[in-house]
């Protein structure tokens, strides 16, 4: 899948994976307007996440997957590439973060902050989401830029986990943040839910519209 972290194990329980997907996703036992810009290049960089994503499932020290989910896991499907589903949002900082327990899966909470929110549009229709921060990942050197944008949209309980998906991003420079969904990915807890345990979507970042864009879940893992 994407990036980060098995040295975070013995540091920080919340982190157990060496990916930024992984943060966002964590052992139960240890308590988320078009881009102008070349089409060409944007395709290849979707295309390597997918191909990464692909090889992280595949890698038995990565995988979520377990028993014969594993042994049947060849690649995930993906809805077609649609670079309107790649925007260029508006960002606005916020100056004054509270701290915040986010709940889970499992019933517990992790420690977050709101960061910013990301005003965009998708057909000419204007959508905000929030975008947050770890307060542990936060006082690491390594991860200190990473921020969580987690999500639900109309495809949910369709084509996609019912949970909701989660995008990896990184603190921006300026006034604006790219926004991918085509490098959009389910939690590892809609995969594995007996050993991972993963942030709920709030309710502010719920989108009353489908994202058709990012990984298709078949719904067969909890099985």
């Avoid at 790649?86 to 973060?97: H, L, Y």
């Amino acid at each position: 899948m994407k990036k980060i972290i098995l040295i975070l194990l013995a540091i920080v329980p919340f982190f157990v994976f060496s990916q930024k997907r992984k943060l966002s996703s964590f052992k139960k036992s240890e308590v988320k307007s078009i881009i102008h810009t070349s089409s060409d290049s944007v395709k290849l960089e979707i295309e390597k996440f997918q191909e990464d994503l692909n090889k992280e499932y595949l890698d038995k020290k990565e995988t979520p997957l377990r028993g014969d989910n594993y042994t049947n896991f060849k690649q995930h499907p993906f809805f077609p590439v649609d670079l309107k589903y790649r925007v260029t949002a508006d960002f606005v900082k916020n100056e004054n973060p509270k701290p915040f327990e986010l709940p889970t899966s499992s019933g517990k909470s992790k420690s977050y902050q709101e960061f910013g929110k990301a005003h965009f549009t998708i057909d000419g229709k204007s959508y905000t989401l929030s975008i947050y921060q770890s307060l542990d990942l936060m006082k690491m050197e390594k991860y200190k830029d990473h921020l969580f944008l987690p999500f639900r949209d109309e495809t949910n309980q369709k084509e996609t986990y019912g949970g909701g998906k989660y995008m990896d991003l990184k603190i921006p420079k300026g006034n604006t943040i790219v926004l991918d969904f085509n490098q959009s990915y389910q939690p590892f807890c809609a995969y594995n839910a007996y050993d991972y345990n993963c942030p709920i979507v709030p309710e502010e970042n719920k989108l009353p519209v489908e994202i058709r864009a990012g990984v298709i879940y078949n719904d067969i893992y909890h099985h």
